[in-house]
């Protein structure tokens, strides 16, 4: 069956300091069940509510990404994330206080009330809590948690610009939160801290000389 391609809302947003009135209005749609997309410190990224099923379905659609793949979540706090994994471990407790907000995504073994297609099946998640003003600002309205997985095709190369996400997501998603050129220079470093000791999953923003001293 083709699917019905949408039109995508785009609101041009400060980047530095985004106007509440897009952002609620972005954050509603997530919250119905909608696929918005919204610029990061890296590239922009695809949120929808990780707790909605269809939603999460739609996500995956719409990169033609496997379902053994899991989702990257972004939250507003550590009391949040407390919610959604099963320990946080001394090393992943210095590590966010020394890294968030920013750039380092951090894989805890999930809670159960996490759905497993976002988990992937693998029972980890990685989490991070976003620096960016829109992403930040978006993830609280949204109700704490909102997915943060890069708003590309599977396999493509994540965009920076409104005008790359229209063309590989284009009438896929709700609405575009237009941020402007975001830095792409590279992509979040992600560090598995449900084992001891971590492990470097990716090297990204944060290097890992910067790391080795929390480790």
């Not at 972005?26 to 509510?49: D, H, K």
């Not at 994540?158 to 830095?183: F, K």
């Not at 449900?194 to 990716?202: A, C, H, T």
Request: glycine share 10%; aromatic share 4%; hydrophobic share 40%.
């Amino acid at each position: 069956m083709v699917r019905k391609k949408m039109h995508t809302l785009i609101r041009k947003v400060d980047a530095d300091h985004p106007d509440d009135r897009q952002i609620q209005e972005a954050a509603r749609l997530i919250i119905r069940g909608g696929v918005v997309v919204y610029p990061t410190e890296s590239f922009y990224g695809l949120g929808v509510n990780p707790e909605d099923a269809a939603a999460v379905e739609r996500l995956f659609r719409a990169k033609e990404r496997q379902r053994k793949h899991p989702i990257l979540l972004l939250v507003d706090s550590p009391r949040t994330l407390a919610q959604l994994v099963r320990e946080v471990l001394p090393a992943a407790s210095r590590l966010m206080e020394a890294f968030w907000p920013g750039g380092l995504t951090l894989v805890f073994r999930a809670s159960n009330c996490l759905l497993p297609s976002v988990t992937g099946g693998t029972g980890k998640v990685g989490i991070r809590i976003s620096s960016h003003p829109v992403a930040a600002a978006l993830v609280k309205a949204a109700g704490g948690m909102v997915t943060g997985t890069s708003a590309n095709l599977s396999g493509k190369p994540p965009c920076c610009s409104t005008r790359e996400v229209l063309g590989q997501l284009g009438g896929e998603v709700e609405m575009i939160l237009d941020g402007g050129q975001t830095e792409g220079r590279t992509a979040t470093t992600v560090l598995d801290v449900s084992v001891e000791p971590p492990q470097i999953l990716r090297e990204g923003m944060i290097s890992r000389r910067q790391l080795q001293e929390y480790l």
